[in-house]
């Protein structure tokens, strides 16, 4: 495939991506650029942040107002959820997942990273790799974000220095090395960058003439799709059964729509497929996108399938293709992020929802946790798990779930934990081979 | 780098296809949900989300209007026949019913009545049963929204706390309640205003009529335009000029369309859907400060209201 050809087939697609670092890194400052200088900032919203910039004695506007948090969060001092931010640049539309860096934050972290294809992570040049740079590198992984920036900032304070630049860049590889940060294909890139004057993010800049790579967004605009650089089985959790029998219409008297959207993999009429959990297998009639009728289906895309034979399937069931049939499971080893400040019970029966499907779930064995700054095993002592924890559990479930590792699939391969009593999602959980 | 599938959603067909994923979502979770449903453009992107998630089918929930009383009668006529097209059941509660039950009290007659549909919303919320609203409510539109859920949780006040937000992974949602409680949920969270208009052309949506450039009496209060002499379906006349205000007649539209008091128009001359993307691409002020005289009062005056139960 030619490059042409792999440009036009990122064009008006969109992209997700999380930035990882804390205020002091510049991250806002960043985010502020590049909203700034793709002009998403409108008159009004500049106005509103230049007058809060002179109210508090700085000399020009502070971009990182643009991202300042809720009341209640500001009257505390402290960041407290994730924040989702916009911008196009005509070739492509963002959605930019802000999450708080500190590392009592994992949480937030985490549930950012769940929707990233991409993370930059923000390394100050003057302070080189920290432990939250490791601890942020470690979470991109364990969520599988297949993209990784290291953006390298405050380059004004140091010179703008290549051989600094490419000291942290050897450091930063060091350790990327110990924790394989480069299996399943994950790319790292470097960009040294200065968010508060604006270089190597949007435009180039004249300060580091030797620094003949990308620019942060041209990195951004080039990524390849969600998706689309590996080969997925069909997955298509059935969110909703369409059966308008009672219509006026009599064409419409034995119509069966099985709702839902393609997680991964494709689809054509025609093509073979099994349902699960009940493994019956069938051929698809047609696909269906409100009144259009599709020949084929691709990843992400909502549809309605409707198939050759009259099979009971209901919500949580699962369409696949007989060519690719995941084991239907009763118990599944899994990473677990504990969300809740209520800690993990192993005497408690919890909720699993996975795709459209729950099944209620025991705690077994906790193998080990997981410090995240040293992304080392430690023992699970008293079985226990709290909030920002992130450990290796067994679960023993009461319904089947037809699951894929999370380094396969993304999608089939994640659940949430659900505690029944307050309803609150309480944990995260990614299928481990 | 190799690319193995080369067909990828365009980004409108992406945020289309994750809204029908939400609005099946709530469709196979809740047990009694409604979609609210104004005769505003969002909503309107909603009607058509609805229409590719469950046709053949009929919706799943019945469409409620929380009406102030003080809508433009374009809207409502265009929200009445929006509905009877679909053959989808409308519900209509209003703010002076409320005003009349002695829930809603004015501070003045001519107070603006956007606040006071959070007490009539709470109310219909009891009366029905709905354990969860569909509303159009975007993240792009104020910075109180940009960390709110998809699936947010109210508690039986109507409150929004928070810090009291469940996690959202994935898109894995957890629309679970108890009795009493309430789940809203906005499918289109990820879209921005320029996706709207964007979405509306593609689909070639209908939209009340003062969407579009049209010539209307206004006066200019507090840099505000502040259109005037206004009847309501009721036959009563609103938004009278002040003592020693120049009525202006101005070729205006409506960026957002809600309560008469306290919506303003911009000026414009683009009379079609095409001509308001090329605008919407080139404004320089936001939708709500543009448009909204009930957001400029503080900076945290919306994540106020949402606190109390405003959608």
């Known amino acids: 495939m030619s490059r042409q050809e792999n440009s036009l087939a990122h ?21 502020g650029r590049l909203l700034y200088d793709t002009k998403t900032i409108l008159t009004d919203t500049l106005t509103q942040i230049e007058r809060t910039s002179q109210k508090r004695g700085m000399e020009s506007v502070d971009l990182s107002l643009l991202t ?21 640049t005509g070739t492509r539309k963002y959605i930019i997942a802000d999450a708080p860096g500190h590392e009592q934050y994992t949480r937030n972290m985490v549930t950012a990273a769940s929707t990233a294809h991409l993370a930059i992570i923000l390394i100050d040049a003057r302070k080189g790799v920290l432990t939250q740079t490791r601890r942020h590198s470690y979470l991109a992984q364990l969520v599988g974000i297949p993209h990784i ?36 294909g994950r790319d790292i890139s470097f960009v040294p960058m200065s968010a508060l004057n604006g270089d190597m993010i949007v435009d180039r800049g004249d300060v580091m003439p030797w620094y003949e790579g990308p620019t942060i967004l041209e990195l951004l605009e080039s990524v390849p799709p969600a998706h689309s650089e590996r080969n997925e089985s069909f997955r298509f959790p059935v969110q909703f059964v369409c059966r308008p029998h009672a219509s006026d219409d009599h064409e419409l008297h034995d119509f069966r729509g099985f709702m839902g959207r393609v997680e991964s993999g494709e689809i054509a009429t025609g093509d073979a497929v099994t349902v699960l959990p009940s493994g019956i297998t069938s051929r698809v009639k047609a696909i269906q996108l409100g009144n259009t009728v599709l020949e084929h289906a691709i990843t992400e895309q909502s549809i309605t399938l409707l198939l050759e034979d009259e ?11 007989s060519d690719s049939v995941p084991e239907p499971v009763k118990q599944l080893n899994a990473m677990v992020c504990w969300l809740s400040e209520t800690p993990l019970s192993s005497a408690r029966t919890y909720i699993i929802r996975h795709t459209a499907r729950e099944s209620k779930a025991k705690v077994g064995n906790i193998a080990y946790k997981i410090d ?10 008293g079985g226990g798990l709290n909030m920002n924890d992130i450990a290796s559990i067994t679960f023993k479930l009461a319904q089947p779930l037809m699951i894929d590792p999370y380094e396969l699939n993304r999608a089939t391969g994640s659940f949430i934990i659900i505690d029944e009593t307050t309803n609150n999602t309480v944990g995260a959980g990614m299928v481990q081979a | ?8 959603l365009s980004h409108l067909d992406w945020l289309e296809a994750e809204a029908i994923h939400i609005l099946r979502e709530v469709a196979g979770q809740c047990s009694n949900p409604v979609l609210l449903f104004s005769g505003g453009k969002d909503s309107l992107c909603i009607l058509r989300l609805a229409e590719k998630a469950f046709r053949p089918g009929r919706f799943p929930f019945p469409l409620m209007h929380i009406d102030t009383g003080h809508n433009y ?14 053959g989808e059941r409308l519900i209509v509660r209003s703010v002076e019913d409320s005003i009349k039950r002695g829930s809603v009290v004015l501070k003045s007659p001519d107070e603006p009545r956007n606040k006071h549909q959070s007490v009539t919303l709470l109310e219909a919320i009891e009366e029905f049963g709905f354990d969860c609203c569909i509303g159009g409510a975007r993240r792009d539109e104020e910075k109180a929204r940009a960390k709110e859920r998809i699936m947010s949780f109210r508690d039986e006040f109507g409150q929004w706390d928070p810090k009291n937000q469940r996690p959202e992974l994935w898109n894995l949602y957890n629309a679970r309640s108890h009795k009493g409680e309430n789940i809203r949920a906005f499918p289109i969270s990820n879209w921005t205003e320029m996706d709207v208009w964007q979405y509306i052309e593609r689909e070639q949506l209908g939209l009340p009529s003062i969407y579009f450039a049209h010539n209307r009496d206004i006066v200019m209060r507090n840099d505000a335009i502040v259109p005037v002499n206004i009847p309501l379906v009721s036959g009563e006349i609103i938004n009278q000029p002040k003592a020693g205000e120049d009525i202006i007649n101005m070729q205006v539209r409506f960026r957002t369309v809600g309560d008469i008091t306290c919506t303003a128009p911009v000026p414009s001359d683009a009379d079609s859907v095409n001509k308001i993307v090329l605008e919407t691409a080139t404004t320089t002020i936001t939708e709500r400060g543009a448009t909204r005289l009930d957001d400029q009062t503080s900076d945290a005056s919306m994540e106020q209201r949402k606190k109390e139960g405003y959608f």
């Open chain 1, 311 to 321: 099979i009971d399937i209901s919500r949580g069931d699962m369409i696949v293709k």
């Open chain 2, 73 to 86: 009668q374009e809207v409502i006529n265009f929200r009445d026949q929006r509905a009877a097209e679909l």
């Open chain 1, 149 to 184: 920036v290291v953006a390298i900032n405050k380059m004004d304070l140091v010179d703008y220095s290549q051989a600094e630049f490419e000291r942290i860049r050897t450091s930063y590889l060091e350790f990327a090395e110990q924790i394989g940060l480069q299996r399943n």
């Open chain 1, 68 to 88: 300042d948090g809720l009341q209640a969060e500001r009257e505390q001092g402290i960041t407290i959820d994730v924040a989702y931010r916009y911008f196009s």
């Open chain 1, 372 to 381: 995240v700054n040293t992304t080392t095993q430690l023992p699970a002592e």
């Open chain 2, 1 to 8: 780098m190799t690319t193995l599938n080369q067909q990828t």
């Open chain 1, 11 to 31: 064009n008006d697609s969109l992209l997700r991506f999380m930035t990882c670092g804390s205020v002091d890194d510049g991250k806002s400052t960043l985010i």
